[in-house]
Structures are given as C-alpha cells and as structure tokens.
C-alpha cells in the first residue's frame, strides 16, 4: 500500500511563506499526478492543486492562485507545496495524495477513494 508522509507545517504570520514536503513511499510515485488537500476545523478536506506525472500540468483552486506553487522531484518521491502570502483563512491541516492517473483529471479534487498521510499543520496568525 502506498505511503505518504506530510511535513514543514507550522506557525507563520499573515505574509510569511512555508514549503510543505510530501514523501511517497514505492516506485510508483513518478506515475501518478500527485494532489495537495487542506482542511480547517469545521470545514470539509479541499483539494487545493494538482500536479501532473511529470510537472508538465498544474491546476490550483482560484483562493490559492498566484501564492502556492506545486513542485515534485520524482528522482526523491516527493511533492512540495511553496505557499507564500500567506493568509490566515490558509491556515489547516494539510494533505498529499495520489491521484488515480498520471494527469491531473477533471475530478482531481475528490477527496473519495484516496490514501491519506498524517497531515501537516499550517497556522497563519494575523
């Protein structure tokens, strides 16, 4: 079963900038579009973007757009999330996940049928 592992959140001012990382285990890694979630307390899990195979295709939710930039090194398995301007309405729980095909689908945001890491918390303080 394939593992992910979330980590670099924590506590930063409105403003501030974090990068999240995402270590995948196995060899399939570098098949698989790769998605960041997020969830605030209260609040359902949000896809915030999607990364294709190869990095050839991101997409990210319009409240993101222009602050966060996905990356991936398939060579280490890992995903990275770059969040600047950070906002306080940003702050939650965050999570990678695989995506079911090596493109970013129409459906990349369903938070149905995906394998979930621990997360990794991101507070904004404003």
């Known amino acids: 079963q394939v593992q992910v592992v979330e980590s670099g959140g924590g506590l930063v001012e409105a403003g501030g900038s974090l990068k999240l990382s995402c270590t995948a285990s196995?060899?399939?890694?570098?098949?698989?579009?790769m998605a960041w979630f997020r969830q605030a307390p209260g609040k359902e899990r949000e896809g915030v973007g999607c990364?294709?195979?190869?990095?050839?295709?991101?997409i990210y939710i319009d409240p993101v757009k222009g602050r966060f930039t996905m990356s991936r090194d398939n060579g280490k398995n890992t995903l990275y999330l770059q969040m600047s301007s950070l906002k306080p309405e940003d702050t939650a729980m965050y999570y990678c996940?695989?995506?079911?095909?090596?493109?970013?689908?129409?459906?990349?945001?369903?938070?149905?049928?995906?394998?979930w890491g621990q997360g990794t918390q991101v507070t904004v303080s404003s």
């Open positions: 996940a695989y995506e079911p095909s090596p493109i970013c689908s129409t459906v990349w945001h369903s938070v149905d049928d995906k394998s």
């Open positions: 196995g060899s399939s890694f570098r098949s698989y579009a």
């Open positions: 990364i294709s195979w190869n990095s050839g295709h991101t």
